[in-house]
Nanobody, 119 residues
Framework: VQLVESGGGLVQAGGSLRLSCAAS????????MGWSRQVLGSQRELVAS????????KYADSVKGRFTISRDDAKNTMYLQMNNLKPEDTAVYYC?????????????WGQGTQVTVSS
């Protein structure tokens, strides 16, 4: 599975951005997708995830009530709507996909998209 993110950019605090992640390849094998973020020098943080089977979602405490993860199965695309952005949300955001294919589990990453929130 290949993942391509888009939608990052520069926004002022309190503003909004929507990230998109287009999946291609063996997308039928995906069981869950998510968004992680990383600040240079820090560990990656799982921000949100969504199950491909049940549609259930999970969020990091730091983004609950501000971020919404969703997917459009017809377009093989996942989204992250980010509202009320804060400077501490500044990071590179990565799209991830977990699945099972040809007898093995996999965990795929996109190339990342930069989100910068100015104060």
């Amino acid at each position: 599975v290949q993942l391509v993110e888009s939608g990052g950019g520069l926004v002022q605090a309190g503003g909004s951005l929507r990230l998109s992640c287009a999946a291609s390849g063996s997308t039928f094998s995906i069981t869950a997708m998510g968004w992680s973020r990383q600040v240079l020098g820090s560990q990656r943080e799982l921000v949100a995830s969504i199950s491909s089977t049940s549609g259930s979602t999970k969020y990091a405490d730091s983004v609950k009530g501000r971020f919404t993860i969703s997917r459009d199965d017809a377009k093989n695309t996942m989204y992250l709507q980010m509202n009320n952005l804060k400077p501490e949300d500044t990071a590179v955001y990565y799209c991830t996909a977990d699945g099972y294919y040809v007898g093995s589990n996999y965990h795929s990453w996109g190339q990342g998209t930069q989100v910068t929130v100015s104060s």
